[in-house]
Nanobody
Framework: QVQLVESGGGLVQAGGSLRLSCAAS????????MGWFRQAPGKERQFVAA?????????NYADSVKGRFTISRDNAKKMVYLQMNSLKPEDTAVYYC??????????????WGQGTQVTVSS
């Protein structure tokens, strides 16, 4: 079982930046694909970004965040990050970190954090 704790959310003006962090404990972090998802009020949870086992490896992004968001990981620190630039009001959501503890790619996430709120004001 992998425990995930997100941090770094907050209130930011449109055009600003935030960096989300996700700390993992338990299991073999370096073997897990990691992802970020988000859920806005009244909407379904949606995929944001994913990264394979090591930083510099395969990544993929939702079309809505390509060119603005960057996912990265530090396996030594058991951390995954989401750098969010040029934020828009429509990026407002609770952001969740997720792990596939079986190491699958494409990932099928089976561990989730509790989420961190990101609010972008216009």
């Amino acid at each position: 079982q992998v425990q995930l704790v997100e941090s770094g959310g907050g209130l930011v003006q449109a055009g600003g930046s935030l960096r989300l962090s996700c700390a993992a404990s338990g299991g073999t972090f370096s073997s897990y694909p990691m992802g970020w998802f988000r859920q806005a009020p009244g909407k379904e949870r949606q995929f944001v970004a994913a990264i394979k086992w090591s930083s510099g490896a395969s990544t993929n992004y939702a079309d809505s965040v390509k060119g603005r968001f960057t996912i990265s990981r530090d396996n030594a620190k058991k951390m995954v990050y989401l750098q969010m630039n040029s934020l828009k009001p429509e990026d407002t959501a609770v952001y969740y970190c997720a792990a596939d503890s079986r190491g699958r790619w494409p990932a099928r996430y089976d561990n989730w954090g509790q989420g961190t709120q990101v609010t972008v004001s216009s």
